[in-house]
């Protein structure tokens, strides 16, 4: 739909974690996307404002198909986690509540 390209990087879990923490400190303008483990970054993750509410990009039908139904999308992981309205791509954490 977007017609983007796709460059995926795969490393081992340490040196994941390191290089995705240094490059958002440094530059998160530089990283599209990722993925997180929030039962391991989902606290310092979402203090430090890298993750994103997913309303922006499910409001706008240049960025999402109208195919896609968010509410069929890992149920429990939505309810569970909401912060003031806004849902976050990340599991639960005492903020998120």
Not at 38 to 65: H, I, M, Q, R
Request: hydrophobic fraction near 30%; charged fraction near 25%; include cysteine.
């Amino acid at each position: 739909m977007t017609g983007i390209k796709v460059q995926w990087e795969v490393l081992p879990e340490n040196q994941f974690r390191q290089k995705l923490t240094l490059e958002l400190s440094a530059n998160p303008e530089s990283v599209d996307g990722f993925m997180s483990l929030s039962s391991w970054d989902g606290v310092a993750f979402y203090e430090s404002k890298w993750y994103e509410p997913v309303e922006k990009y499910l409001k706008n039908p240049e960025l999402t198909s109208p195919d896609f139904r968010f509410q069929r999308f890992l149920s429990q992981l939505r309810a569970d986690c909401h912060d003031q309205g806004h849902s976050h791509r990340s599991a639960p954490y005492p903020k998120c509540r």
